[in-house]
């Protein structure tokens, strides 16, 4: 098996989560799946900041992708549980299929998709129509699944924000940070179960394949939520962007695409940005940590 390449940020991740151990396990365990699985394992993939990920050869010649996710405590979040609930229900729609899945291990074996947005280099309008379309194959009613609500993810970024803020230092505005908070409060007030839909919850470029007639997700952090949660997603990317013009004209118009509501795009545009900017910041994922918190110091005032 050739050498595991754990990426940096996978590595400040794992030590900010309090995972350090995993990895010096790591070699172990994905040499068990290697053998159980009876796959082979190819090159290891740089990017991403939440998981193990490398090329994989099923005994059959199909070509796939093993991942390998950072261990998480499981009563804040069930990453790879969650991940697998949403790849089944959506059973290659809109997202990657699902080949097989051990949740005790945080691993999974998928489909081998072709490279991201980011890579092809697709301009920012054409990018957000793209991830409409991928997004609407996934939204769909899924009641009882088990997933975490929309109103649950919002209460655990407040926490996380005000945690995050204080630990780094407080790397960006009071007011800016305030505003998030209020946003997520107005959000999680929002959540109707009757409305919720199931949501990939981490929509951007580097998620988005190519697949056979258009592009798929990878890496659903699996919600029960407004659609609109997916789409303020949107709000946080590119922020550099977002401080040109009308700035929210880009929440209009992915409203006027999909038949959402504006607002609530962008108030969780605004609790994304600061959350968002506030991990990267943490795990030195820069210049964009720090582009996303002076979005947010300008678009609070």
Not at 134 to 160: F, M, N, S, V, Y
Not at 236 to 252: F, N, T
Request: charged share 25%.
């Amino acid at each position: 098996m050739p050498a595991l390449n754990v990426p940096e940020l996978v590595r400040n991740k794992a030590r900010v989560v309090g995972a350090a151990d995993w990895l010096d396990e790591l070699p172990g365990l994905v040499a068990e799946l290697e053998r159980e699985w009876s796959i082979t394992l190819g090159r290891s993939h740089e990017g991403g900041s939440e998981a193990f990920v490398a090329d994989a050869t099923l005994a059959d010649g199909t070509p796939a992708v093993l991942k390998v996710l950072i261990p998480r405590d499981a009563d804040a979040i069930d990453a790879a549980g969650n991940e697998m609930t949403v790849l089944r229900l959506a059973n290659g729609e809109g997202c990657a299929q699902l080949f097989r899945g051990d949740p005790v291990r945080n691993a999974l074996l998928l489909e081998r998709l072709g490279p991201s947005l980011n890579d092809v280099g697709v301009p920012l309008q054409q990018r957000h129509e793209i991830l409409c379309t991928a997004a609407q194959q996934l939204w769909r009613p899924a009641p009882d699944c088990g997933l975490p609500t929309g109103a649950k993810k919002g209460r655990w970024l407040i926490g996380e924000i005000e945690r995050l803020w204080e630990e780094l230092g407080r790397p960006c505005s009071e007011r800016a940070v305030a505003y998030a908070l209020d946003c997520a409060r107005r959000r999680v007030a929002a959540h109707d179960d009757e409305r919720a839909v199931l949501v990939h919850g981490d929509i951007h470029e580097w998620n988005a394949l190519q697949a056979r007639g258009g592009f798929k997700l990878i890496d659903p952090d699996g919600l029960l939520a407004e659609a609109e949660y997916d789409l303020g997603v949107l709000m946080r990317e590119d922020p550099v962007e977002l401080r040109e013009g009308d700035q929210r004209a880009r929440a209009k118009w992915l409203a006027a695409r999909t038949g959402l509501d504006a607002t609530a795009i962008w108030e969780w545009g605004a609790v994304e940005r600061v959350s968002t900017g506030l991990l990267c910041t943490a795990i030195r994922l820069q210049p964009v940590g720090r582009e996303m918190l002076a979005t947010a110091d300008q678009l609070s005032e």
